[in-house]
């Protein structure tokens, strides 16, 4: 059993920063693919970014390129989240699954994840 819990969510302006933080209790995200994704409100949940089963590929959303960051150690995955706009207003999830994907493919639907945190919220003021 995998449990995550994510941290970091809040208020802020249009252009501020924030980073979001995920950590696991369960086993490390050693040989696990990771990613988070979000959720605005009547929308439905949508891929954000993800890290490949052993760590080595990175893929990020169009909407979120050259602005967020995804990385990992063995118990926490982080998002740093830069010149943040309204649209990213969300409920932020990060997701874990432990099928060996290789590091070629990084799984992006969420029907391909098996381990949900329960999300943190951020909402961006204009």
């Known amino acids: 059993q995998v449990l995550l819990v994510e941290s970091g969510g809040g208020s802020v302006q249009a252009g501020d920063s924030l980073m979001l933080s995920c950590a696991t209790s369960?086993?490390?995200?050693?040989?696990?693919?990771t990613a988070w994704f979000r959720q605005s409100l009547g929308m439905e949940r949508e891929f954000v970014a993800a890290?490949?089963?052993?760590?080595?590929s990175t893929y990020y959303a169009d909407s979120v390129k050259g602005r967020f960051t995804i990385n990992r150690n063995n118990y926490n995955m982080y998002l740093q989240m830069n010149s943040l706009k309204p649209e990213d207003t969300a409920v932020y999830y990060c997701t874990a699954e432990p099928r060996n994907f290789g590091d070629s493919r990084v799984p992006t639907g969420q029907l391909e994840y098996t381990y949900w945190g329960q999300g943190t919220q951020v909402t961006v003021s204009s």
């Open positions: 890290i490949s089963w052993r760590g080595r």
């Open positions: 369960g086993p490390t995200f050693t040989n696990y693919a």
